[in-house]
């Protein structure tokens, strides 16, 4: 599943070659998403140049000219990809948006757990999905003093607090792993245990962890790709993540998998507490 490096990584090849094109034609191939394409969608793009290509955690947000935002969430297995125009069409290639510089954007999803709205711009910030959306982990706003509170107040396992995505958006469970992995603790440590220093802390490596992954254009770990459907190159650097049983990069220890929920946390036994 994208989370924030991939979904920033997949916004910068977008954005390279979206802004200041042209959308002509929207072709709805198959439109049961997680939420069913709106029959005015095509409508509310055709003819629209694309103005700004942004990122609201793990959602891509095309501003369109005229008023109109174009919003697209990846989902478990979405792609947006850049295609000549006339390619054939693979199997999963469920909206095609044809260019006027001359190629074409294919949303492909084999679960279909996606998404594409034509919002109002004017009424993004209202929209649901977004008025719920916690703050963004690259956002300066980001730091020890706001997530504290939260901890404290907890009950929960650090691992599912990090996933909520109205405290924090763009976290899934690959950098929230990881991001405990760096400091030492396990996920399943209760929030209320986390101190202020060690909420300063977190942020500070949440931060490093997104940025370094950015660098390295998100995780392939399953078939995630970016626009130009290059792969990732950080799921060679996960530390724990998917890696049970194997040696911890630090101590040799084995990389253990616990359930919890559903699904699985990895840590090192060793040098995690
Ligand atoms: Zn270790």
């Not at 709805?28 to 409508?43: K, M, S, T």
């Not at 369109?64 to 947006?80: A, I, N, P, R």
């Not at 992995?181 to 300063?200: D, E, F, K, N």
């Amino acid at each position: 599943m994208p989370e924030l490096p991939e979904v920033e990584t997949v916004c910068r090849t977008l954005r390279e070659r979206l802004q200041g094109v042209k959308i002509l034609q929207v072709r709805v191939i198959e439109g049961r998403l997680r939420q069913p394409v709106a029959a005015d969608f095509a409508a509310r793009l055709e003819g629209r140049t694309v103005a700004a290509v942004t990122r609201r955690g793990k959602y891509i947000v095309a501003g369109l000219e005229g008023g109109w935002t174009w919003v697209s969430h990846l989902g478990m297995s979405g792609k947006l990809t850049f295609r000549e125009r006339d390619a054939s069409l693979e199997k999963h290639d469920h909206l095609v948006f044809t260019l006027g510089e001359g190629g074409e954007l294919r949303y492909h999803d084999p679960r279909r757990f996606g998404l594409c709205v034509a919002l109002p711009s004017r009424e993004l910030d209202a929209w649901p999905p977004f008025a719920r959306l916690g703050m963004d982990p690259l956002d300066r706003r980001f730091t020890g003093d706001y997530l504290y509170p939260f901890l404290h107040r907890s009950r929960r396992s650090l691992r599912d607090l990090l996933l909520d995505q109205q405290i924090v958006c763009g976290l899934g469970n690959i950098y929230v792993n990881e991001v405990l992995s760096r400091i030492g603790v396990r996920p399943t440590r209760r929030c209320h245990r986390v101190s202020r220093a060690l909420s300063a802390e977190l942020v500070r490596e949440i931060r490093a962890l997104l940025r370094e992954a950015i660098r390295w254009r998100g995780s392939s770990v399953s078939d995630y790709r970016d626009g130009n459907d290059d792969r990732g190159g950080f799921q060679w650097r996960l530390r724990v993540y998917d890696r049970k049983g194997a040696p911890c990069s630090d101590c040799g220890t084995l990389i253990k998998r616990i359930g919890l929920g559903n699904r699985g946390v990895f840590y090192c036994p060793r040098c995690q507490r």
